[in-house]
């Protein structure tokens, strides 16, 4: 089990925002990062502290943070969007890094 | 650009050990931490180990502590994750991927590799 919390799946449709969430204790000592994973493939790093985005990446992707609750934001979400979406970030425990257990994103 | 490199997946049996590597490239290696993460068929990514960038000190998750040794040699840009008494739910896509930091300060996995499979099966 992770202790970053995410919902298994959600769905938007073409061209609509979506909010992708991810819930821990960790996050209100640590950062929230965001990776995009499409089968097959490796992993993408989305958003990382929260709300910075790396070179390259669209800017419909967008980060916050609320208390223990960190989320993705799409806006205007592409039919390439369609994939899984990972929350991490440092752990307070014992592992070191933890991720949460993804959320798979359907475009209607 | 960045680029790193898995090798040395395949099939082996529970109980048994396999060795696998990262190749990095297009960076300063000796400055960066490396991660690896992976992936069972069909579940989530999980953080397996991080090595830091002179290699004094590594962590490793509860569910492999004891069974994986993380280690890198700086000359030859690599990192290798020796792995030992296999179970079968060790079966994944091993993925190495670098931090930003020397130490894993911030947590976030920058630069992935393509990814080496893994299977323990008799």
């Known amino acids: 089990s992770s202790d970053l919390t995410q919902d298994p799946a959600v769905s938007v449709a073409l061209g609509q925002t979506v909010r992708i969430t991810c819930q821990g204790d960790?996050?209100?000592?640590?950062?929230a990062n965001w990776y995009q994973k499409k089968p097959g493939q490796a992993p993408i790093l989305l958003i990382y502290g929260e709300t910075s985005r790396p070179s390259g990446i669209p800017e419909r992707f967008s980060g916050s943070r609320s208390g223990d609750r960190a989320s993705l934001n799409i806006d205007g979400a592409q039919a390439e969007d369609e994939a899984d979406y990972y929350c991490?970030?440092?752990?307070?425990?014992?592992?070191?890094?933890?991720f949460g257990g993804g959320t798979r994103l359907t475009i209607l | 650009q960045v680029q790193l490199v898995e090798s040395g997946g395949g099939v082996v049996q529970p109980g048994g050990s396999l060795k696998i590597s990262c190749a990095a490239s297009?960076?300063?290696?000796?400055?960066?931490?490396i991660h690896w993460v992976r992936q069972a068929p069909g579940k989530g990514l999980e953080w397996v180990a991080f090595i830091r960038y002179d290699g004094s000190t590594q962590y490793y998750a509860d569910s492999v502590k004891g069974r994986l040794i993380l280690s890198r040699d700086n000359s030859k840009n690599t990192v290798s994750l020796e792995m030992t008494t296999l179970k079968v739910e060790d079966t994944a896509v091993y993925f190495c991927?670098?931090?930003?930091?020397?130490?894993?300060?911030?947590?976030?996995?920058?630069?992935w590799g393509q990814g080496t499979f893994v299977i323990v099966s008799s």
């Open positions: 960790s996050l209100t000592s640590y950062s």
């Open positions: 297009g960076f300063t290696f000796r400055s960066f931490g």
């Open positions: 991490n970030s440092r752990d307070r425990r014992a592992n070191f890094v933890i």
């Open positions: 991927a670098r931090d930003p930091a020397p130490s894993g300060t911030y947590g976030y996995l920058q630069y």
